[in-house]
């Protein structure tokens, strides 16, 4: 069965329309954007779209080299007008993703990749997790309970596989993980005994349904584009054996929302200081 996410997203639009009417002034989300594709810039758009809709400022800027990324971020961290910043893929060539992610704010690193909100996680203390390893958290704990449930995820990049791993071990929470990667030996053995599988390597329709349990649960990462079209990790076909996610629009639509949420929290927790 596709699974309906519809009641977990408008629960969480509710919330952030509410929590947004609260504040003194609209939040403000900046998206930092390098040398955007055309899959960036509509990205930009959609992103944009959405934030207006829940009341968020969107400003979009540019800094196309290196040394311009290294005057903006930490410009945007202490304009007491922004309350979260977004930088999206592709960076300049002569600047690794930590050395960029590491001079935003963690207050306003609403993405959740600065090593500090990386950090807080390990201490199970998360402020800003990676928004995606967030969505799949919330999107398994609608469907489920997952307090000593077999969880694999699959993939182990640092914004999705090994935060969502560390969030699904936290205390409270409970899942038992195990992580798999390209290197990883009989994957099918592992996800065919878990309760829950998540999958996010980025190859379309990779795993079909001789890789799962029939009554199990799948949460498709994936967003891959071929011909024009957009095809998750996970064979649709296994939606016949096992409750799937959609996609689009299941992970991808509650990590954007995720995403407002976020700005949203740094702009109430700025108004604390
Ligand atoms: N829905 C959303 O909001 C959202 C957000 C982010 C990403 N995504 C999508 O999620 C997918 C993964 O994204 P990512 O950023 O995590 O990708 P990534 O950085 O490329 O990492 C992919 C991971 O998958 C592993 N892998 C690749 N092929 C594999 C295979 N055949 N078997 C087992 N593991 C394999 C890799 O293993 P190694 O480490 O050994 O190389 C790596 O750990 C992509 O389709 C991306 O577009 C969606």
Known sequence: MILNL??????????????VSKLPKAPKLAAVTCQPEPSTVSYLRSQEKQAKRLGIE??????????????????????NSVSGIFLTHPLPTDISELEAVSLISPEKDVEGRNPINLGDILYDNPTFPPCTAEAVLRIIKYLTNPSGK??????????????????????????????????????????????????????????????????STVIDV????????????????????????????????????????????????????
Not at 6 to 19: G, T
């Open 150 to 215: 077999k969880i694999s995820v699959i993939g182990r990049s640092v914004t999705v596989g090994k935060p969502l791993a560390m969030l699904l071990l936290q205390k409270g929470i409970d899942a038992t993980v195990t992580v798999c990667h390209s290197r990883t030996k009989d994957i099918a053995e592992i996800t065919k005994s878990s309760d829950i599988v998540v999958v996010a390597i980025g190859r379309a329709k990779a795993l079909g349904k001789d890789y799962f349990t029939p009554g």
């Open 222 to 273: 994936g967003i891959n584009v071929e011909n024009e079209e957009i095809y998750g990790d996970v064979d649709p076909s296994v939606a016949e054996i096992c409750d799937l996610t959609p996609v689009p629009g299941g992970v991808g639509r509650i990590t954007t929302l995720v995403l407002m949420e976020h700005t949203v929290k740094a702009a109430e927790m700025a108004r604390r200081y």
């Open 6 to 19: 519809e009641p977990l997203y408008s629960s969480i639009v509710e919330n952030i329309k509410e929590r």
């Open 58 to 79: 969107f400003a979009v800027y540019e800094a196309p080299k290196a040394s311009d990324l290294k005057l903006l971020l930490p410009r945007l961290s202490a304009d």
